[in-house]
């Protein structure tokens, strides 16, 4: 499984981009995918994630209202649109495939994921 994620750049605070995760070998409709964020310096931090088939979808409060999470089936891509950015959204931003959501842990631990992309980075900057 490779995951590829891109789409990220240098915006001023109150942008946009949308953030893609695309995938080889394996249908992103089954399996969970989220998004990871990590500035320089600190520790991983979930973002966002999608369910597997449901789609149920999840967010950091710190991105509830401003980041949207979604899936397209035909170009078995995860999307990532994120508005009204700000400095502090500086990252670069990871996605990450959970082959057992089952076990039951936190969306937003690293360890529950098998498979990441390599990521992209957003700089929000005047």
């Known amino acids: 499984v490779q995951l590829q994620a891109s789409g990220g750049g240098l915006v001023q605070p109150g942008g946009s981009l949308r953030l893609s995760c695309s995938a080889s070998a394996v249908t992103l409709h089954y399996y969970a995918i989220a998004w990871f964020r990590q500035a320089p310096g600190k520790a991983r931090e979930g973002v966002s994630r999608?369910?597997?088939?449901?789609?149920?979808?999840y967010y950091a409060d710190s991105v509830k209202g401003r980041f949207t999470i979604s899936r397209d089936e035909a170009k078995n891509t995860v999307y990532l649109q994120v508005n009204s950015l700000k400095p502090e959204d500086t990252s670069i931003y990871y996605c990450?495939?959970?082959?057992?959501?089952?076990?039951?842990?936190?969306?937003?631990?690293?360890?529950?994921?098998?498979?990441w992309g390599q990521g992209t980075q957003v700089t929000v900057s005047s």
């Open positions: 990450a495939m959970d082959i057992f959501p089952e076990t039951g842990g936190s969306w937003t631990d690293p360890k529950e994921y098998d498979y």
């Open positions: 999608i369910s597997g088939t449901a789609g149920s979808t």
